[in-house]
Every structure is written in C-alpha cells, then in structure tokens.
C-alpha cells in the first residue's frame, strides 16, 4: 500500500465552463491614471477609448443626480466642483477610519463617519462613499472600455496590478473593489513584475532584475530575482513626494523669474498655475527636441521664454539624482551592487527624460529597458499574464501561497512552515522531536490558514510517521519537509533523520477556498490576532505542565521508595491540582500548578539525583566516571 494520499480539492481541474467565460484582461489601477490591456497569442494590446486615449485618469465624480463620471470628464469636474469628485483615491485603500483620521487635514477629501465596521467613508455631497466603492467606479470604466473595445464581448476576470508594498488589508480592498465592477481577480500582481513580465524577462535568464518607475508624484524603485520562472521582489523603496511635478515646479519658478525680469511681476496662484503648465509642456517637447519656446500670457500680458534641454537638464539633475540615490541605498542594503542587476525597465511618463536615461544608464551600466511606452508597460504585463492563467501560454506561471502552511503541534498549535505570500515553487523544512519517552510513531497534520489554533485553520492531510526507533523524549529528530511546486501541489515528507524512516503526503491547497473565504479567513486572523495570541500562550503552558507531570509520575513509578508517605502525598497532591488546572484553569493557573509541583517534587528529585549516581558509580573507578559525567574532579 502506497503512503502517498491525494487529495483532491473541487476546482483543480479545469472548468467544462472555462471556454465561455468572458475575456481576461489586464489592469494598472493607478493613483493618478488606469489602463487596460488585452494579451492575444502573447502579442499585448492596450484598448483605448473611443476619443483614442489609452490613460483614464482614476478620478471619479459624483453627480447630484445620483450619475457617476469616471476619467477625463470626472477630472474636468475637479475645478468647478471639487467637493464631488474623488481623486488618488489609491492611497486610501485598504486604510481604517482611525489610521486616515489623523491625516484628515492633508486629505484632499472629506471624511463621513466610519461604517459601522470600521470601514473609512468619504464625505461627497450628501453621500458617504467608501474607497472601494470610489475604485470599483474606476474598474468598471475600464471593463466597459474593453468591452467596447472588444465589439461587445463580454470582459469578467481580470489580473489587477497593486503596488510591492500594498498589505493585506489593501490588497483585499482591491480585490473587493474588483468584486463590485463584476470582475473575477485570477491575480493581484505587483506593479514591478508585471512591468518586469511585459518585457518577458521571465523567458530570459535568472537573476537579478530592477524597475524604475518615476512618474507625476512619486517615485518607487524595486529589485526583483527571478529564479525558475518565479519573480519575487527583493527589496524596495523610494519618495512618495518625487517626480515629474517637482521638475515642472522648478522650470515654472524660472519662467517667473524670467517674467519679473521682463517687468511682469504680478505672482497670483493664477500665475503659478499657468506657468506649471507652461513648464510641464516645455519639459515633454524637450524630451525629443533640443530647445523651445513658450509664451506666458497671465492676466493679458505676455511674456516670452526660452529654454533648451541642456538649461532643463541643468533644473533637474537635482531631483532626477535623488532617485537615482535612492536607487543605490536600495541595492546597497539588499547587500548588491548595480552590476549584479542583469537588465532595468523603466515605468513611469518621467522616464521619458533623456536626463533621466542617461543617468540610470550610468547607475547600471547598462542601457535600461525602455521600448515598451513607460505608461502602458504595467498594464501590458498584466496582460500577458492574464493570457498566462487563462487560456495557458508559454509565459510562467508566477505565483505564490496564498494561505500559510503548517503543522499541528502539542497542544492543538499550529507552527507555520511557509508563509502565505512566499513564491513557489518552494521547499521548506523544519525539525520536531518526540514528546514521550519511547514514542515509535508521529501524527502529522497538514494546515492552512493565518490562526494559531488547529481548530481555526482548515486540515488538509494526516498521515502517520512510523517506524521511529525507541528513543528518550526529545532525542528523535524528525525532519518535516513541505515543497510546493510550481503548479501549487504540496508534498509534505517527514524523516527521523538518525535511521531515514521516511513517510510522504502529497497534498493539494488552497484551490478549493473560494476567495470570499480566504478573505474571510484573513480578516478573521487580523481581528483575532491577540485573542490567538493568549489561546497559543495557554497551550503551549498546558503542554509544559503536562510534560512535567509525565515526568513526576514516571519518577514516582521507579523511585516513590524514596518519599516518606507524607511527602508522597504533597506530591499527590500536586499532581491532582495540577491536573485540575490543565483541565479547567486559565494560563496563570497552569503556570502556578506547575510551580507548586516544581516546588513539591524538588527534594524528591534532589534524591533521585543522588541515588542515580550512587548506582552510577558503584563498582567503578571515581576518575574514569567523573570524566563522563562531566562532574568537577
Ligand atoms: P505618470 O504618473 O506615470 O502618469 O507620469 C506622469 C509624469 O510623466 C508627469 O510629470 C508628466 O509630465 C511626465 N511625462 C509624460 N510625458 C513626458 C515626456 N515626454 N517627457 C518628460 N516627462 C513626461
């Protein structure tokens, strides 16, 4: 009879359905614009509107009619009636009301009282809307996009980029919002692999990857290895407060300066907000051209200014060098340099900068990654990958646990042996011991789930380590692999590594949750986490206590001639509180039962000690045994 137990969760094999499911799409749900993007046969196209523009800016406005606008009309609407529309609204995703509360004089938005769980609201007319509603908006724009775009057919799954450094609770945020534009997420993906994807660096050779995405307002760079067909992001960082916007600042104060100097002084926010845009256009022609001219024309009067790239270069090296600083504070703390990094790609509109190629050139040396359009790229992988998990291309299959996996320990705990999130494939392993004396066989039970107690967390597997030679408590090493291959099936083996006993399981995970129970069980395990916490700590003082009294009783059973009838009886006594305790006692109780029986076996223990060694050295030379005992001579 084979050891090896299979199990098989509903949904592994491919639904009969799968054919006539909608399209899959690919989406960069970004702060400032979104894109939409559809892989046929490997080749990426990103769908555009009917006005032709591939960027829908991610900003929504409500109307007083109930009627929504999401995009360019929505960002019109932002001047004339900015307390209607909704803006980076990314940045609040997955945030509580209390965490935002603090910050509630820099929002741009108004905040409404929390949902009667907790869920931050904005403020918009008369209405209290929640960011995942304001982003739902967003996705379901894009869906209608594609869908237009695609004659009609419908658009139901999608592959959603989030940011490296999204948490949980943001991510769940996105896949909630995804829910409600009536899109499936085969994916979250992150913004740097789905960049590093569009380029198919998966198809390239292992190493070391890095994306430098510099765009309006922010600035984020992000160190990815890629190990069989695997991205995993090492390491990132960057300036939520870099970018384009800092460049056009700095032009614009020259052409104010210039225009002060031409006798036109007047600096209204009128002013400065012309110049910005005369600044921002200067800046994109200058990118393929060497110079240029603008008119600033603010309250009727006109101004003149010229400017060429070398003079642009010269405004910008400061801040285009402070990326590129942080760029080397990144892979110097994850213990690289630049050389080790094999290719770079560029995202972001501001790494259009000739400025700003040359410099990342010079960091790496090596020319970066730039063919793809710098806005689209993220969309566009996310794309690719969306074909990947659909209809199955050559591109990898990138992904990783979405639930940690574990085993059940003394006292109903589970000890996790690879955490949610870790790509896969993946092996991992850690070592456990026997708990009794004598012990041949060991239970293995295979969990999943973020809880600390077997009960909270879903079995999958058990299986039974035989064979285990007779040893004293503790002396077995029992090594308990769990390997997740690439297409997410779990081995788990367990071996006493002194003789090689070796039992397998293979074990299927995490399909079968249905991704409102994943939420679920992730929520659950945030609002339980100190509760856990106490439960875990209970446990593990049961198991100790009992382990104690295992080890008294055993001791009573060789050695109970040493013990007058009274101090038997103290002992007794002990052992029967002690008992009680672990059968109905909170953790401090067990803890005090286990001190009183501590404090109660000592002289007994003292002793036995002593009779040990009587016996120990009776008939042998005193030199010979000290030294193996490790006694002091
Ligand atoms: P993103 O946030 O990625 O949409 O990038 C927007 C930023 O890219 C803005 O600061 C734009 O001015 C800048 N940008 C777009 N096109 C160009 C270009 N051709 N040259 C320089 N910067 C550009």
């Not at 409404?112 to 609201?121: D, K, T």
């Not at 005369?278 to 400017?307: P, Q, V």
């Amino acid at each position: 009879m084979s050891n090896l137990l299979q199990i098989h969760e509903p949904g592994m094999t491919p639904a009969p359905h799968e054919q006539e499911a909608g399209a899959a799409v690919g989406i960069d749900l970004g702060t400032t614009n979104s894109v939409v993007a559809i892989a046929l046969d490997g080749a990426a196209e990103v769908l555009t509107d009917a006005a032709g523009h591939t960027l829908l800016p991610s900003v929504v406005a409500y109307g007083e009619d109930g009627g929504v606008e999401v995009g360019h009309a929505a960002r019109a609407a932002l001047a004339s009636r900015p307390d209607q529309v909704i803006s980076s609204v990314k940045r609040l995703m997955g945030r509580g009301a209390d965490e935002v509360k603090r910050l509630a004089g820099t929002l741009p938005h108004a905040l409404a009282p929390a949902s009667a769980g907790g869920m931050l609201r904005l403020q918009v007319g008369a209405r209290a809307i929640s960011p995942v509603e304001v982003s739902a908006e967003i996705l379901t724009a894009l869906r209608q996009r594609a869908e237009a775009a695609l004659q009609g057919r419908a658009v139901s799954r999608a592959v959603i980029t989030v940011p490296a450094y999204f948490d949980d609770a943001a991510r769940t945020a996105t896949k909630d919002a995804a829910r409600l534009a009536g899109l499936e997420v085969l994916r979250l993906v992150n913004e740097p692999t789905a960049a590093a994807l569009a380029y198919g660096l998966d198809h390239g050779a292992e190493g070391l990857y890095a994306v430098y995405d510099l765009g309006g307002g922010t600035f984020d760079v992000s160190l990815l290895t890629m190990e069989k067909g695997v991205f995993q992001v090492l390491a990132t960082g960057g300036d939520a407060a870099l970018g384009g916007d800092d460049i056009d600042h700095a032009v614009a104060e020259r052409f104010l300066a210039e225009r002060a100097l031409q006798g036109e002084s007047a600096v209204s926010s009128g002013a400065a907000k012309q110049a910005l845009l005369a600044a921002r256009a200067a800046k994109e022609y200058l990118s393929d051209h060497e110079t240029g001219d603008w008119t600033l024309e603010i309250d009727g009067r006109a101004s003149r200014h010229s400017l060429s790239r070398a003079q642009l270069e010269e405004l910008a090296r400061p801040l285009v060098g402070r990326s590129l600083a942080i760029c080397r504070a990144v892979i110097d703390e994850a213990g690289l340099t630049p050389e080790a990094i094999r290719g770079v790609v560029l995202v972001g509109g501001s790494t259009r900068m000739p400025l700003v190629r040359a410099g990342v050139a010079a960091l790496f040396g090596r020319p970066p990654l730039s063919d793809i359009n710098p806005d689209e790229v993220v969309a566009v992988g996310a794309a690719r990958q969306a074909e990947a998990l659909t209809v199955g291309s050559d591109t990898l299959l990138l992904d990783v646990t979405p639930l940690s996996l574990g085993l059940e320990t003394m006292g109903g705990i589970v000890e996790k042996v690879i955490p949610r999130n870790t790509p896969i494939p993946v092996a991992l392993a850690q070592e456990f011991t026997t708990y009794q004396d004598g012990q041949t066989a060991m239970a293995i039970h295979v969990l999943q789930g973020e809880r600390e107690m077997v009960d909270q967390c879903r079995s999958l597997a058990r299986f039974e380590l035989r064979g285990i030679p007779p040893m004293t408590a503790g002396a077995a090493r029992i090594r308990v692999g769990f390997c997740v291959d690439a297409d997410g099936l779990l081995t788990v083996s367990a071996q006493e590594t002194t003789t090689g006993t070796l039992q397998q399981v293979a074990v299927k995970p995490s399909y079968g949750l249905s991704e409102e129970e994943m939420a679920a069980i992730l929520q659950a395990s945030m609002l339980h986490a100190r509760e856990d916490m106490e439960t875990r700590l209970h446990a593990e003082a049961v198991v100790e206590a009992r382990r104690a009294a295992l080890a008294v009783r055993a001791a009573l059973a060789a050695d109970g001639d040493l013990l007058s009838p009274s101090e038997r009886r103290t002992i007794d006594q002990a052992l029967a509180g002690l008992d009680e305790a672990c059968a109905t006692g909170g953790r401090e109780a067990v803890s005090d039962a286990a001190q009183a029986l501590d404090a109660a076996s000592q002289s007994f223990a003292e002793r036995r000690m002593d009779r040990g060694i009587r016996q120990a050295l009776a008939g042998q030379a005193v030199e010979r045994l000290s030294g193996a005992l490790g006694l002091a001579e």
